[in-house]
């Protein structure tokens, strides 16, 4: 299991940006996928954005495609979501884990806390 912590989340205007991060504890995260993820309220989990242990191939969710970009710096232990042009419907809390499969929104290790975004109109 890896431990995850999440960072970055606030309240921010539609068209504003955040960025998001990810802090994992373990070695491994430099040889690991990561994606990211959202829960929307009342909605499931669903899948962002997700990119290889090298960094060197990224997959987005359509809804994202073009906004949000999800880099790495494994020598930090540390995944980012630059979040663009933001909409209300991207109001939710984010996490990241090592995907379970690609594009999916099940994770590999439990879930941590997450972090919040708002997105106001």
């Known amino acids: 299991q890896v431990q995850l912590v999440e960072s970055g989340g606030g309240l921010v205007q539609a068209g504003g940006s955040l960025r998001l991060s990810c802090a994992a504890d373990?070695?491994?995260?430099?040889?690991?996928?990561m994606a990211w993820y959202r829960q929307a309220p009342g909605k499931g989990r669903e899948f962002v954005a997700a990119i290889t242990w090298s960094g060197s191939n990224t997959h987005y969710a359509d809804s994202v495609k073009g906004r949000f970009t999800i880099s790495r710096e494994n020598a930090k232990r540390t995944l980012y979501l630059e979040m663009n042009s933001l909409k209300p419907e991207d109001t939710g809390i984010y996490y990241c884990?090592?995907?379970?499969?690609?594009?999916?929104?099940?994770?590999?290790?439990?879930w941590g806390q997450g972090t919040q975004v708002t997105v106001s109109s």
């Open positions: 884990n090592r995907p379970k499969g690609w594009g999916t929104p099940e994770g590999l290790d439990d």
């Open positions: 373990e070695r491994t995260f430099s040889t690991s996928h």
